[in-house]
């Protein structure tokens, strides 16, 4: 379980996070939807420990990065923003590095490896240098790079950025298949029908803060609108839309 | 397997696959032998030609006694040809000297006896030879005088009115010892630069490629993580220094040094002395140069403050190669410095005291230990993520 409590962090003039607070269940794929420069990233660096929060604080399964920053990382798997790959190395190469930083070796850790590919469906470029890889073969081996340690929470930072239809629909089944299997996972993203068909709770951020927390049910409900996008709008908008409604009456 | 060994190990198979960086490894040992030891050799055939001066003289029936004065001066004097000019315009001699048939009667008669030196002015290549020829003609005109001189009760000095003594000290040999201070010049820069392309790939490279946020995601300690890209830094500024001095052992032992006074090999003792004077240099240039990598956002940020960051040091052992300090504790504890002055000792057949070698290794441990803590420090502050 994931949870942040009250996160704010700022830099200089600029105030990243102002107000995050949420909650990622066990067996669920929470939603974080927000424009760009909301402080999504910033969120998910202090749910890893990279960032240290102001004020609030973080919970991986109820440790505290700041407290035990490598008990909290062996309990979480992060794709964040920033997902390079060893270029002259080959994929299996990849995720076998970040497996061995885990603290596994041997054939266990091959055998795992082999059963992450299959999954994603990369078993045939296991052993080629990811020199030449699509960007969706390479967001494959970033994903499995993240959970080769089968961690219990799993956050994915806009994981389907940059990708064709045909990968977008095998990695939307991997984060349904990682909640079913009682998986914490966080997914964050600005594609609306994405998260409205994925996700079973939705945390909408805007400006540092969240704007609402619910299932996507609720937050169309509460929105007043039918999709999910229009929710969104309204949602992130809200001041504006308040002046336009007045404005009308 | 230890956290330390994992990143070292992978970092180091990263850096083999890099062509651009195993292409430096191999060539790089390579420069400075070459360059010394040609250099060296081209000196050292100079050195000879100038000593075996041949002089061929027209007429030499007609003055043995200056004949046996020019051998002594270390002259080989041959038969002259019948055609001095062509021999000396074709370049098959650099001077020929022609004794006329009146020489031994105006000698005699104490009269100024006439010598004819054919000589070519505009070829540089034979001035060397012409002025030892003249110069030992000129000791020989006075010598005569002198004589003259006593032979009528008058000290010869009163005919100079100054001496003058002349003290070269652009000899061969010395020219030769200068650029033997280039070997050390040259391991001293495999030490600070073998590690230099991997330290800013694996601090700035990474960040700029995007794999240092992963990196840091996992539960690896940030001391392990910075301790096994500075072992995979140190592997090839070390590999590097062993190959150059490597190559140096062989092209010093391919040169003739005994003909310049010098030892004129390196034994396996003084290699292996070089190396022990140099593993400690090179521990701490590539801490130094992960710490200072680390501020960068980019390899070219990080190879702009790299470069500024070792050209400052190698001024001081630029200077040095042609002015030797004496290696005491004080300039051993200087890094660079304290390397130069101690291997220049070396080659000049100079063991330093071992307080001074230890001084010297031991402030270079102390530097690069002193540049992974920081390092260390700024690998587990948010800094890190977003560099500078």
């Known amino acids: ?249 | 397997m230890s956290p330390l060994v994992i990143v070292a190990r992978k970092e180091l198979v990263d850096g083999c696959r890099d062509r651009r960086a195993v292409l430096s490894l191999l060539v790089f040992p390579l420069v400075g032998p070459v360059l010394v030891s040609t250099l060296l050799s081209t000196l050292v055939e100079r050195a000879t030609v100038e000593r075996t001066v041949t002089l061929p003289v027209l007429g030499m029936a007609h003055a043995p006694a200056l004949v046996a004065h020019l051998e002594a001066e270390g002259i080989v004097v041959v038969e002259g040809p019948s055609s001095p000019v062509d021999v000396v315009r074709s370049g098959a001699s650099e001077a020929v000297l022609v004794v006329g048939a009146d020489y031994p009667a105006a000698l005699r008669e104490g009269r100024r006896a006439r010598l004819q030196l054919v000589v070519d002015e505009s070829r540089e290549g034979a001035r060397p030879a012409q002025l030892k020829i003249r110069r030992a003609l000129a000791n020989y005109g006075r010598t005569v005088g002198a004589l003259r001189l006593l032979s009528r009760g008058v000290s010869p000095e009163l005919a100079e009115g100054i001496v003058t003594e002349e003290v070269d000290l652009a000899t061969p040999e010395a020219r030769g010892a200068v650029l033997l201070n280039f070997v050390p010049m040259f391991a001293l820069m495999a030490a600070v630069f073998g590690g230099m392309h991997l330290a800013s790939d694996l601090t700035a490279g990474e960040r700029e490629r995007g794999s240092l946020e992963p990196l840091l995601f996992t539960p690896v300690s940030r001391r392990a993580l910075v301790l096994g890209k500075w072992l995979a830094a140190l592997a090839f500024a070390a590999s590097n220094v062993v190959l150059t001095l490597g190559c140096t052992a062989f092209a010093m032992s391919r040169v003739p040094l005994e003909r310049f006074g010098m030892a004129a090999r390196l034994s396996v003792g003084d290699v292996l002395l070089m190396l022990g004077v140099l593993l400690p240099l090179a521990m701490f240039t590539s801490a130094l140069q992960l710490l200072v990598a680390s501020f960068a956002r980019t390899v070219k940020e990080a190879q702009v403050s790299l470069s500024l960051l070792t050209f400052a040091p190698m001024l001081p052992a630029l200077f040095l190669s042609f002015e030797p300090l004496r290696p005491t504790p004080l300039v051993a504890m200087i890094p660079v410095l304290g390397q130069q002055s101690l291997l220049g000792g070396l080659l000049r057949g100079e063991v330093a005291e071992p307080s001074v070698y230890f001084a010297c290794a031991a402030s270079c441990i102390a530097f690069g230990a002193l540049a992974l803590l920081v390092t260390a420090r700024l690998f587990a502050s948010e800094r890190v993520v977003y560099g500078r």
């Open chain 1, 1 to 249: 379980m994931i949870e942040a409590s009250a996160l704010r962090k700022r830099f200089g003039d600029v105030l990243a996070v102002a107000d995050v607070s949420f909650t990622a269940a066990d067996g669920a794929v929470t939603g974080i939807l927000g424009p760009n420069g909301a402080g999504k990233s910033t969120a998910l660096r202090m749910l890893g420990g990279l960032v240290v929060p102001d004020a609030g604080c973080a919970r991986i399964d109820g440790i505290d990065p700041r407290v035990a920053p490598s008990a909290a990382r062996a309990r979480i798997g992060i794709l964040p923003d920033a997902r390079g790959l060893y270029v002259r190395l080959t994929a299996r190469e990849n995720v076998r590095y970040f497996g061995e930083l885990c603290g596994l070796h041997g054939p266990a850790l091959e055998r795992h490896i082999d059963e992450l590919f299959r999954w994603l469906e990369l078993a045939p470029l296991a052993d080629r240098r990811v020199d030449g890889f699509s960007q969706g073969e390479r967001m494959k081996v970033a994903i499995a790079r993240a959970v080769v340690h089968a961690p219990q929470n799993v956050v994915l930072d806009e994981p389907t950025n940059g990708l064709d239809v045909m990968s977008i629909r095998s990695l939307r089944t991997f984060v349904r298949e990682l909640g079913a299997r009682g998986h914490a996972v966080l997914f964050s993203s600005h594609v609306m029908s994405e998260v409205a068909t994925l996700c079973d709770r939705v945390v909408i951020v805007a400006a540092g803060r969240v704007v609402a927390n619910g299932t996507p049910e609720e937050l169309r409900t509460r929105a007043g609108c039918d999709s999910l996008e229009d929710a969104f709008v309204a949602l992130t908008t809200e001041p504006v839309s308040d002046v336009a409604t007045e404005l009308e009456a």
